[in-house]
């Protein structure tokens, strides 16, 4: 089955940096690969997607890369703002399930 | 506009007790739907998914169960429940027939003592 892993598990970055996640999966098969954003107590939130077709997607100050060939894609947020703060979760699979990376934790600090 | 609800928001359970928690989908029609549990500081663990009424598929073999008695609802249970079962409950609804974002609903705290 798939593999996800996700670094760093913690983050710490100033207001206005830039913050990126890193995960590496193992199925060559997958070719969906969503990233979601927890706040504390709740649910996680998708917040963007990319398919395995697409080397990068932009929305706003979060994109996504995708390197097929290595295996790895990349959350990168810019202009960190306080509300930015949350555990950020990304996922590799495909129809019907994915796989989830354990989880960082990201901290704006203003 | 689709919506997810789940209830109870937290739960406190005596091991050995049954349990049942309930989801329902507002908004869309033959969505798929999961169960995820996570664990404190830990990822997410797909437990069930399931793509039609009474159709469940298990991932991980343990102390629960699901069934999906209507399109838009899916329940979790446990005859008996274990002190490893604590966590928090997510369910998910995903589009049929593609490989698109879980929506998460805001999940169950559940506490077994």
């Known amino acids: 089955g798939e593999n996800v892993e996700q670094h760093p598990s913690t983050l710490s970055v100033q207001e206005g940096d830039s913050a990126v996640i890193k995960c590496t999966y193992s199925d060559s098969a997958s070719n969906y690969f969503p990233w979601y954003k927890q706040e504390l107590g709740k649910g996680p939130q998708l917040i963007i997607d990319i398919r395995s077709n697409v080397g990068e997607k932009k929305d706003q100050r979060i994109a996504v890369t995708l390197n097929k060939t290595a295996k790895h894609f990349s959350l990168h947020i810019t202009e960190t703002q306080p509300e930015d703060s949350a555990v950020y979760f990304c996922a590799a699979g495909g129809y019907q399930k994915v796989t989830f990376g354990t989880g960082t934790k990201l901290q704006v600090i203003p | 506009s689709q919506t997810i609800h789940q209830w109870p928001a937290t739960l406190v359970q005596p091991v050995g007790s049954p349990l049942s928690l309930e989801c329902t989908v507002e908004g869309t029609s033959n969505p798929n739907l999961y169960w995820y549990r996570q664990a404190a500081g830990r990822g997410l663990q797909l437990l069930f998914y399931?793509?039609?009424?009474?159709?469940i598929s298990s991932e991980v073999p343990q102390n629960l169960s699901a069934s999906r008695p209507q399109d838009r609802q899916f329940i979790l249970s446990s005859k008996k429940l274990l002190l490893s079962d604590s966590g928090f409950y997510l369910c998910?609804?995903?589009?049929?027939?593609?490989?698109?974002?879980?929506?998460f609903g805001p999940g169950t705290r559940l506490t077994v003592l």
């Open positions: 399931s793509v039609g009424i009474g159709q």
């Open positions: 998910a609804w995903g589009l049929a027939g593609g490989a698109i974002g879980r929506f």
